[in-house]
């Protein structure tokens, strides 16, 4: 059986191929570090320092094996990189004043989509930097989502799927963004429609740990349940069982909040000192 291709659309390989559909050599140059500015638009936002780190010691003994790309900027000053950017940043780290590049004539458009490429193939991407990249696409450049996927060589539901994952609240992005949940947590997530709500499922799932199977039953349980009940199926247990507890101990209001990983804010409400000095008394017993 043959080996299948990696979908490339028009991305990456796109940067060696001529005007009349051939491949072309292109030429080699070793520009100064200094003189390379990063993309703005890359949509990778964070590098491993780690891994930087150990790319720089493989470049300090071997050199920059793969050349970058890189176009002239607008103002004719120096050069923007278009593809490369942890081996320049990881030769930096390694010392190199030069590194050997490929200088390519491009429009604003197609350094974003060959960024987006260069990061996809490579799976560099997390799911947020993803859907950014896409939605960048779509609002600066116009592109539809169907060009999208041509030029990205995924499917139209992988990007229309990604593009989703931005309405999820601010809250759950950042939990996504930081990998407590994952992009097959987000979508099921995506089925609750009121903002509080959502936000208070991701707490549930990441503070008990749900498989996404399990947070989809949880999803199910909150559409089904009565309106009163479901407050109350969103919180986690644990500062539940502590607030009544307490409750009953001390004959007040208590409320456990912000509750994460085992921290959190216990509040106990009292109005007078006496009170304050009763409950004092009552906890240290």
């Known amino acids: 059986m043959a080996a299948k291709k990696p979908a490339l659309g028009r991305g990456l390989d796109s ?17 100064a570090i200094a003189e390379i500015q990063p993309n703005k638009n890359q949509p990778r936002k964070k590098f491993d320092q780690t891994a930087l780190e150990e790319l720089a010691d493989s470049i300090k003994e071997h050199g920059v094996l793969q050349p970058l790309i890189i176009c002239p900027t607008q103002d004719g000053m120096g050069y923007q990189l278009v593809a490369g950017e942890r081996r320049w940043r990881a030769a930096k780290i390694a010392g190199l004043t030069e590194v050997p590049v490929i200088i390519k004539e491009l429009t604003e458009k197609e350094i974003a989509e060959l ?22 696409l779509v609002e600066k450049y116009g592109l539809t989502q169907e060009e999208i996927a041509k030029r990205v060589g995924k499917s139209r539901p992988v990007v229309t799927n990604a593009l989703r994952l931005l309405s999820l609240q601010p809250e759950v992005l950042q939990y996504l963004e930081a990998g407590e949940i994952t ?67 001390l004959g007040t209001k208590v409320k456990v909040s912000s509750y994460k ?24 017993l």
């Open 15 to 31: 940067l060696f191929a001529d005007t009349t559909g051939g491949r072309t050599e292109e030429a080699t140059n070793s520009i």
């Open 115 to 136: 960024a987006l490429v260069e990061n996809l193939q490579r799976e560099d991407l997390g799911p947020v930097e993803e859907a950014f990249g896409y939605q960048s």
């Open 183 to 249: 992009a097959g947590h987000a979508k099921v997530l995506l089925a609750l429609e009121d903002a509080q709500k959502q936000v208070r499922a991701t707490t549930v799932v990441v503070e008990q740990h749900l498989s996404v199977r399990e947070t989809e039953k949880l999803i199910k349980k909150l559409k089904t349940e009565p309106k009163t009940a479901k407050k109350e199926a969103l919180r986690p247990t644990l500062p539940q069982e502590v607030e009544i507890i307490l409750r009953e101990a």
């Open 261 to 284: 990983k085992g921290r959190g804010v216990l509040q106990v409400e009292f109005s007078s000192d006496e009170e304050l000095k009763e409950y004092a008394k009552k906890l240290s």
